[in-house]
T-cell receptor
Framework: AAGVIQSPRHLIKEKRETATLKCYPI?????VYWYQQGPGQDPQFLIS???????DKGSIPDRFSAQQFSDYHSELNMSSLELGDSALYFC????????????FGPGTRLLVL | EDQVTQSPEALRLQEGESSSLNCSYT??????LFWYRQDPGKGPEFLFT???AGEEKEKERLKATLTKKESFLHITAPKPEDSATYLC?????????????FGRGTSLIVHP
């Protein structure tokens, strides 16, 4: 079965640079979520989109922005990167906003030097 | 505010030694409770969704159960490949948010 696709899988950036992470949800899924996970921590919710509109907003820094496109893929844009942004970034998708489970992608490991 | 507490934080078992992981939750109305397995450096892998008290789901050596206050993930005769962090999350009907609340997870190590 098709899963959530994330690219790139690994990314190394310098401080103050920008980065763009991409997420392709499971076919027919209309909701996308972005999470940040530091070492030994549970996933921290950043932002979500339902039918191309922002649905919920979590602890996403003002330096980050995201959107969902007409084909339901999503991009997380990160600017003025800081050392503390180094983490695993997961995208998850679901069918609708209700009681359906989220299916997570393999993640993008971002390292800011 | 929704709360999810998982216990124990860490669990070491011998291969074949059955045990249970606990997920206690506080929500005003449960929309769904989810169990995930996460291997280091990988995305959480969906295991089960439970919607109402008394519901049970099984998959291989894993069985998830749900009451009005907690869920258990029973692991029968575990194998070393069951070693992972197990995450519990709940979605509630309260407020306007559709975002699940995650617990901190239980780190399971199964020794051969």
């Amino acid at each position: 079965a098709a899963g959530v696709i994330q690219s790139p899988r690994h990314l190394i950036k310098e401080k103050r640079e920008t980065a763009t992470l991409k997420c392709y949800p499971i076919p027919r899924h209309d909701t996308v979520y972005w999470y940040q996970q530091g070492p030994g921590q549970d996933p921290q919710f950043l932002i979500s989109f339902y039918e191309k509109m922002q649905s919920d907003k979590g602890s996403i820094p003002d330096r980050f922005s995201a959107q969902q496109f007409s084909d339901y893929h999503s991009e997380l844009n990160m600017s003025s990167l800081e050392l503390g942004d180094s983490a695993l970034y997961f995208c998850a998708s679901s069918l609708g906003l209700g009681g359906e489970a989220q299916y997570f992608g393999p993640g993008t490991r971002l390292l800011v030097l | 505010e929704d709360q999810v507490t998982q216990s124990p934080e860490a669990l070491r078992l011998q291969e074949g030694e059955s045990s249970s992981l606990n997920c206690s939750y506080t929500v005003s109305g449960l929309r769904g409770l989810f169990w995930y397995r996460q291997d280091p450096g990988k995305g959480p892998e969906f295991l089960f969704t439970l919607y109402s008290a008394g519901e049970e789901k099984e998959k291989e050596r894993l069985k998830a159960t749900l009451t009005k206050k907690e869920s258990f993930l029973h692991i029968t005769a575990p194998k070393p490949e069951d070693s992972a962090t197990y995450l519990c999350a709940v979605r509630s009907t309260s407020g306007g948010s559709y975002i699940p609340t995650f617990g901190r997870g239980t780190s399971l190590i199964v020794h051969p």
